[in-house]
């Protein structure tokens, strides 16, 4: 059985930086892309990041380019996001997830999902 793990939300100010990981457990993910979404209340869920292990590719959000990124993906199936000069708007519920393919931007295209770690940017 799949399982995700994300960790290190938090409460964070404006222009702030945060560090989220996951780690999957439960298969193989050695030759999985591996990805993040997020999801604000009232809002849809929506694609941040995903990575390959094939040649390391990743592939943002166009609004996170620049502020997030993709760290530590290696085959023990684990994965981190790095984010900095957070806003406001960040503030949302991130999740892991595997199974898709990293260029992939609807949550439906990504079969295996984490439970979301909760990020606030406080103004």
């Known amino acids: 059985q799949v399982h995700l793990v994300e960790s290190g939300g938090g409460v964070v100010q404006a222009g702030g930086s945060l560090t989220l990981s996951c780690a999957a457990s439960g298969r193989t993910f050695s030759n999985s892309d591996m990805g993040w979404f997020r999801q604000a209340p009232g809002k849809e869920r929506e694609f941040v990041a995903g990575v390959t292990p094939r040649n390391g590719a990743t592939y943002y959000a166009d609004s996170m380019k620049g502020r997030f990124t993709i760290t530590d993906y290696n085959a023990k199936n684990t994965l981190r996001l790095r984010m900095s000069t957070l806003k406001a708007e960040d503030t949302a519920v991130y999740y892991c997830?595997?199974?898709?393919?990293?260029?992939?931007?609807?949550?439906?295209?990504?079969?295996?999902w984490g439970q979301g770690t909760q990020v606030t940017v406080s103004s």
């Open positions: 997830t595997a199974g898709g393919y990293f260029y992939k931007t609807r949550p439906d295209e990504w079969p295996y």
